[in-house]
């Protein structure tokens, strides 16, 4: 494994503590509930981890890709809904206004982030889910106004979000060419959040629809340049793609971490069953697939900060990381046998967190795509 240096390694260090001390303890009742975690981020905020991306010029710790990426994994190990949170605010909200944003709106926004609001990312809508350039949403000027309206759906964060980066038609031209990218208050007149919905996995984290109607905001609030909005977008994906394979790694880590517990402290036949060649094979597969999917993510993370192409290794580590998080939830629920069956222990609740991060920021068959795009390209 590639090694964190001193600042790294104490960041981390510090998450892990507070995983152990408050934010595990407390996540199977959160997605028994499937109330909003806001314990586990106001205690994030308070160690500048909610808005970590955020440059230090406008209030942030200005965490680099992989510094991000550990403590996701860290966050997840202990509750994969308040690590979605955490991602949606960093990687989709904060990344389009930090990498494309013009210097005014850093300044209104980015030191909002850093002191703990939090963001999400309006894209998807009903018929625009892996197709982003058919969004209907539409942004017309009026005057010193853009006037938004439009729906989206499957949005993260939508109800609680401080800050929405919104994504709609503002030209009239075909496919991805009049999409522009805008930064959306949480309080502007004319947004409507429907209720969270009710979901397999990561239940604490709040997915909902919403709906734009006649929402203004000012000229300046518009991302870049305009028709650039879904260049901007897919780029933020690209990136945002090593955090879900962060994600991933962690469910999957809590998942072997039960297992190797239980298999010592369960008897069968006399013996404990770490004992039997079947589950000590599982055991092993486990640990191999979460160490190489560890490495994949370094490197993706590694590739990003040092300014090379990146787009491949993302797709690959969020691919077989995703991939692996659920064959490994699935073999810890097989190692508890009737128990990983039951609420009482927590494997049933990564089987089921796991299984979403096959499908956001980019279905396993849009990352096959992606890869093999980047394939044809070398």
């Known amino acids: 494994m590639l090694d964190l240096n001193e600042e790294q390694q104490m960041i981390l260090e510090t998450v892990r503590d507070l995983v152990n001390d408050k934010i595990k303890p407390r996540a199977q009742e959160l997605d028994n509930t499937g109330k909003f975690p806001q314990e586990n981020i106001d205690e994030l905020i308070e160690l500048g981890i909610v808005g970590m991306t955020v440059e230090e010029q406008y209030g942030g710790i200005g965490a680099d890709m992989l510094t991000y990426a550990v403590v996701m994994e860290e966050i997840s190990r202990g509750c994969a809904a308040t690590a979605t949170t955490v991602a949606a605010t960093n990687s989709l909200a904060i990344g389009p206004i930090q990498n494309f944003g013009s210097e005014e709106l850093k300044q209104k926004f980015l030191p909002g982030f850093a002191s703990g609001n939090l963001g999400a990312f309006a894209l998807s809508e009903p018929q625009a889910g892996s197709d982003p350039a058919n969004l209907k949403t539409r942004a017309e000027l009026d005057d010193d106004e853009w006037v938004i ?125 770490n004992r039997f060649q079947s589950i000590q094979m599982m055991l092993a597969d486990m640990d191999t697939q979460i160490q190489t999917a560890r490495l994949l993510y370094y490197h993706a993370a590694n590739l990003k900060d040092s300014g090379q192409n990146y787009i491949k290794h993302a797709a690959q580590a969020k691919l077989y990381g995703s991939e692996i998080a659920t064959d490994v939830t699935h073999k810890a629920i097989q190692v508890h046998g009737g128990s990983g069956f039951l609420k009482d222990y927590e494997v049933e609740r990564y089987y089921r967190d796991a299984r979403i991060t096959e499908i956001y920021e980019g279905t396993s068959e849009i990352m096959r795509m992606v890869i093999a795009r980047e394939l044809l390209k070398e």
């Open 149 to 273: 309206n439009g729906s989206k759906i499957y949005i993260t964060n939508a109800i609680v979000a401080d800050t929405f980066v919104v994504f709609a038609r503002s030209l009239d031209e075909p496919g991805s060419k009049g999409i522009s990218a805008f930064v959306v208050p949480g309080d502007a007149e004319g947004i409507h959040v429907m209720e969270p919905e009710k979901k397999l996995g990561i239940r604490a984290s709040p997915t909902s629809a919403m709906t734009f109607e006649n929402v203004r905001i000012p000229k300046e609030n518009l991302i870049g340049e305009e028709g650039k909005g879904l260049r901007y977008a897919l780029t933020i994906l690209d990136s945002g793609r090593i955090a879900v394979a962060a994600q991933a790694v962690g469910i999957a880590q809590a998942a072997l971490d039960d297992s190797l517990k239980y298999a010592k402290e369960r008897e069968q036949f006399g013996r404990p069953i």
